[in-house]
């Protein structure tokens, strides 16, 4: 019964920002690393930003650093994704990943948001 749902994709101008939300359940959701994805019409799934349990420690792609930031509040088992400065390149639909560990014994994906950055 894990879930993972996603909300705030959607269409935005060059240079808009957007605020993407994962929220989880069916797991212990402040024991575990959170990461986003996406992936864009013809490529492959990448990771976009990853966070440690805690929200420590984050790391991003090199193509969104300086303009996403990942958070997470565990009190709420939300995760988000603060998109900036968005370019067209940035244009995928946008995934919430729970790794594998612990008592989830594989990967749990959200059902994906459509991220659009058009003029």
């Known amino acids: 019964q894990v879930q993972l749902v996603e909300s705030g994709g959607g269409l935005v101008q060059p240079g808009g920002s957007l605020r993407l939300s994962c929220a989880a359940s069916?797991?212990?959701?402040?024991?575990?690393?959170m990461s986003w994805y996406r992936q864009a019409p013809g490529k492959e799934r990448e990771l976009v930003a990853a966070?440690?349990?805690?929200?420590?420690?984050?790391n991003y792609a090199d193509s969104v650093k300086g303009r996403f930031t990942i958070s997470r509040d565990n009190a709420k088992n939300t995760v988000y994704l603060q998109m900036n400065s968005l370019k067209p390149e940035d244009t995928a639909v946008y995934y919430c990943?729970?790794?594998?560990?612990?008592?989830?014994?594989?990967?749990?994906w959200g059902q994906g948001t459509q991220v659009t950055v058009s003029s």
């Open positions: 069916g797991f212990t959701f402040s024991s575990h690393a």
């Open positions: 966070i440690t349990s805690a929200g420590g420690s984050t």
């Open positions: 990943n729970a790794p594998a560990r612990f008592e989830l014994f594989r990967d749990y």
